[in-house]
C-alpha cells in the first residue's frame, strides 16, 4: 500500500522543524531521505512512522489517516528503528529480536513467531550470535541485531533512521542489498535516512532531499541526485562521475 504525506508542518514548541513537506511512496520502492544534521530527517521519520503528529498536514497509509489506526494496528504495517536503542546487556538476542513479533502475539509468542526469528537471523548472516548476550556484542553486531528486530515484525512498511551507525562498509553493502531485495522482490515499502550519497546513488529508488525543513528536491535518484542538489543540500561542491556503469559522487572539498 501507498504511504502519502500532504504539507506536513511540525514543530518543537516554538521551534518549526518542518515546512510543508509532502511525498507518495509506493510499494518496491527504497526511498532515501537526505540532508545534513538538523534538516529534519529524523523528524519527518518520526511523522510517516505515526510516532509523531503533523501540526498541519496528513500521513495517509493505505488510503487512511495513519492516526486513525490503533497501536497495534499501526505496529502490524510500519516497523520504525530510531538511531539509537537502549537495550539490556543482559538480555539474549534472540528474546530481543523476538519482541519484534510482539504485534502478532495473541497471547504468548507461537512457532511462527519463533521460526521468523530464526529466518531473520539467516537472512542477515548472523544465526551465530542468536544466543550470546547483548552486553557481549559489537557496536556491529548490535546494529545488525537491532535491524533483524525490525524486519522481524513482519510489516509492508520499514524505516530506518540512519542504519549503517557503527557498521562496516562491508555490512553496509550487505545491508543495501538486502534492503533492495526486500523492496524489490518482496514489495516493501522502505524509507531509509542516510548520509551516504554513494550509497543512495546505487541502491535508491526514491529520494527526499531536505535542507532546513523543506524539500530541496524529491523524485526518482536519477532524476533527483545530482551535482546541484548535493551542492544545494549537502553544502557540498561535488562532481558526480561513473565507474564500471555505477554512479559515484566524489566531494570537491
Known amino acids: 500500500m501507498k504511504l502519502g504525506f500532504t504539507d506536513i508542518d511540525f514543530s518543537y514548541h516554538e521551534n518549526q522543524v518542518?515546512?510543508?513537506?509532502?511525498?507518495?511512496?509506493?510499494?518496491?520502492?527504497?526511498?532515501?531521505?537526505m540532508g545534513e544534521n538538523g534538516s529534519g530527517k529524523s523528524t519527518l521519520l518520526k511523522c510517516l512512522s505515526g510516532i509523531f503528529k503533523p501540526g498541519r498536514g496528513d500521513v495517509m497509509l493505505g488510503g487512511s489517516s495513519l492516526h486513525n489506526l490503533?497501536?497495534?494496528?499501526?505496529?502490524?504495517?510500519i516497523a520504525y528503528t530510531p538511531q539509537y536503542i537502549k537495550t539490556d546487556n543482559a538480555e539474549v538476542v534472540y528474546d530481543f529480536i523476538l519482541l519484534g513479533r510482539k504485534p502478532?502475539?495473541?497471547?504468548?509468542?507461537?512457532?511462527?513467531?519463533?521460526?521468523?526469528?530464526?529466518?531473520?537471523?539467516?537472512?542477515?548472516s548472523i544465526s551465530n550470535l542468536a544466543f550470546r548476550r547483548m552486553g557481549e556484542l559489537s557496536?556491529?553486531?548490535?546494529?545488525?541485531?537491532?535491524?533483524?528486530?525490525?524486519?522481524?515484525?513482519?510489516?509492508?512498511?520499514i524505516i530506518l533512521d540512519e542504519p549503517t551507525n557503527n557498521l562496516d562498509l562491508s555490512f553496509q553493502m550487505e545491508l543495501f542489498h538486502f534492503l533492495l531485495r526486500e523492496s524489490r522482490d518482496n514489495g516493501k515499502l522502505i524509507i531509509i535516512a542516510v548520509h551516504d550519497?554513494?550509497?543512495?546513488?546505487r541502491f535508491g529508488s526514491y529520494a527526499i532531499l531536505l535542507k532546513d525543513g523543506r524539500v530541496v528536491s524529491s523524485g526518482t535518484v536519477r532524476e533527483t541526485v545530482n551535482e546541484e542538489s548535493i551542492r544545494k543540500t549537502l553544502n557540498l561542491r561535488n562532481r558526480i562521475v561513473e565507474i564500471e556503469n555505477i554512479q559515484v559522487m566524489v566531494p570537491l572539498r
Open 18 to 33: 518542518l515546512f510543508s513537506v509532502s511525498g507518495l511512496i509506493e510499494p518496491g520502492c527504497l526511498t532515501c531521505v
Open 139 to 157: 557496536g556491529g553486531e548490535r546494529q545488525k541485531v537491532i535491524l533483524a528486530r525490525t524486519f522481524v515484525q513482519g510489516t509492508g512498511v
Open 70 to 77: 490503533g497501536l497495534k494496528e499501526r505496529a502490524r504495517r
Open 197 to 201: 550519497v554513494n550509497l543512495v546513488l
Open 104 to 124: 502478532w502475539f495473541s497471547w504468548k509468542e507461537g512457532d511462527a513467531d519463533k521460526a521468523a526469528v530464526f529466518d531473520v537471523l539467516e537472512k542477515l
